[in-house]
């Protein structure tokens, strides 16, 4: 199967700053990484996913990348505001097993 | 409305009891899943189902058991709840097979507490 490591576990900052979240996989199976954003008492939403065709992929001030080299994929939020403040998941999905492996989340504090 | 339901919101047993809980999305998908998040947040997943057809079964225990009338309902049947069930349990579905990919979308989730 995939094991998904995602770090760092917390990761504080300060409003209109950048935060970064990085995430490796095993299985160079795994062909599509999508990034959910979850809020206290609510479920996971997608906010931006990548594809293993594609390196590099950017929306409304998120920019995922993907180095399927290093096995390693990462998701930026630029311009951080105190709504970002919430639990990130990275998660890679492997075609060889059918299903989406997560990482263990990262919470992001945005202080004003 | 289209989306992913779930009932119940909550609920609170006992160590031995049977908990069922269900799951119905109005987005047309083909492929449902199961996934269990425990205290720590960690999201795993449990079943994942295409079409009534199981197509996922991770290493869960026996007394978990998931039923699939058609492709639009996923329930999920807990025999003899354990005081390490108490997580929420979040259903989600996609579009296609589950074997590419495809976003998936999540219900508001069941909170289950066994005490």
């Known amino acids: 199967g995939e094991q998904v490591e995602q770090l760092p576990s917390i990761l504080r900052v300060q409003e209109g700053s950048s935060a970064s979240i990085n995430c490796t996989y095993e299985?160079?199976?795994?062909?599509?990484f999508p990034w959910y954003k979850q809020e206290p008492g609510e479920n996971p939403k997608l906010i931006i996913d990548?594809?293993?065709?594609?390196e590099r992929k950017q929306t409304q001030g998120l920019i995922v990348l993907l180095d399927k080299k290093a096995k390693r994929f990462s998701l930026h939020i630029t311009d951080t505001q105190p709504g970002d403040s919430a639990m990130y998941f990275c998660?890679?999905?492997?075609?060889?097993?059918?299903?989406?492996?997560f990482g263990k989340g990262t919470v992001l504090l945005v202080s004003p | 409305e289209t989306a992913v339901f779930q009932t119940p919101n909550y609920h609170v047993t006992q160590v031995g009891n049977e908990v069922s809980f269900n799951c119905k999305q109005t987005?047309?998908?083909?492929?449902m899943y199961w996934y269990k998040q425990d205290s720590k947040k960690l999201l795993k997943i449990m079943f994942s189902?295409?079409?009534?057809?199981?197509?996922v079964n991770e290493t869960v225990p026996r007394r978990f058991s998931p039923q699939s009338s058609d492709k639009a309902h996923l329930n999920l049947r807990i025999k003899s709840v354990e005081p390490e069930d108490s997580a929420v349990y979040l259903c989600?579905?996609?579009?296609?097979?589950?074997?590419?990919?495809?976003?998936?979308?999540f219900g508001p989730g069941t909170r289950l507490t066994v005490l």
């Open positions: 989600a579905s996609s579009s296609g097979t589950g074997r590419g990919y495809a976003e998936q979308f």
């Open positions: 299985n160079s199976a795994s062909n599509y």
């Open positions: 990548i594809r293993s065709n594609m």
């Open positions: 998660a890679a999905h492997d075609s060889g097993y059918n299903k989406l492996t």
């Open positions: 987005l047309g998908h083909d492929t």
């Open positions: 189902y295409n079409n009534k057809q199981l197509i």
